[in-house]
């Protein structure tokens, strides 16, 4: 079946502006998961969401980054007034259940001039 | 001290060497252990999960060792195709559900 995919793979935007990034899960996989990865850095945890509870906002750097999961399936990371050190590899993954196997999706590359 | 440390390497090895990385973790409490691999500019792939008996896969070998609290993967008859960056995560307990990556271990096998 189909992987993790995320659109758009590559995005560059001026400073300050507001990018949306998407994550289709794999189906029936109930947790989703939003990472940034900078370059040569590990992977910094953003945002949980597992079936209809609230979702997990902990890792969220800023009040300028948003994400919702509609329908327990799409979700999509929203950042306002994009900065410089936005810059990164957004991954999503998904698992069945939470903390099983996490399946990634091939990443969003965000440049912010 | 953070909750998962790797030594970030390279480890720069021959083909055919057998290599070997731990993963240290302060969490006395961690649930489960898994090892992914991720390629340059690609997405992490799990590689093995840990299993508290240790478990074999092929060349790849993983063991757990609760007592001083790290994780290990062994790697025997390096490939060329092994040379990559391997993270080590490990699980929460207590209602968490947020996993800690390492930073990972970069592997360089050349020939």
């Known amino acids: 079946g189909a992987g993790v995919s995320q659109s758009p793979s590559n995005k560059v935007t001026e400073k300050g502006k507001d990018v949306e990034l998407r994550c289709d899960p794999i189906?029936?996989?109930?947790?989703l998961y939003w990472y940034r990865q900078s370059l040569g850095q590990g992977l910094e945890f953003l945002i949980y969401f597992q079936g209809n509870s609230a979702p997990d906002k902990s890792g969220l750097p800023s009040d300028r980054f948003s994400a919702e999961r509609t329908g327990g399936s799409v979700s999509t990371l929203t950042i306002q007034r994009t900065q410089q050190e936005d810059s990164a590899v957004y991954l999503c993954?998904?698992?069945?259940?939470?903390?099983?196997?996490?399946?990634f999706g091939p990443g969003t590359r965000l440049l912010v001039l | 001290r953070k909750e998962v440390e790797q030594d970030p390497g390279p480890f720069n090895v021959p083909e055919g060497a057998t290599v070997a990385f731990n993963c240290t973790y302060s969490n006395s409490a961690s649930q489960s252990f898994f090892w992914y691999r991720q390629d340059c500019r690609k997405e992490p792939k799990l590689l093995m999960s840990?299993?508290?008996s240790g478990n074999e896969d092929g060349r790849f070998t993983a063991q757990l060792n609760r007592a001083s609290q790290y994780i290990s993967l062994l790697i025997r008859d390096s490939k060329l195709s092994d040379s990559a960056t391997y993270l080590c995560v490990v699980n929460p307990s207590g209602g968490s559900y947020i996993p800690t990556f390492g930073r990972g271990t970069s592997l360089i096998v050349h020939p």
């Open positions: 840990v299993y508290s």
């Open positions: 993954a998904s698992s069945f259940i939470p903390l099983e196997t996490q399946y």
């Open positions: 189906s029936g996989h109930t947790a």
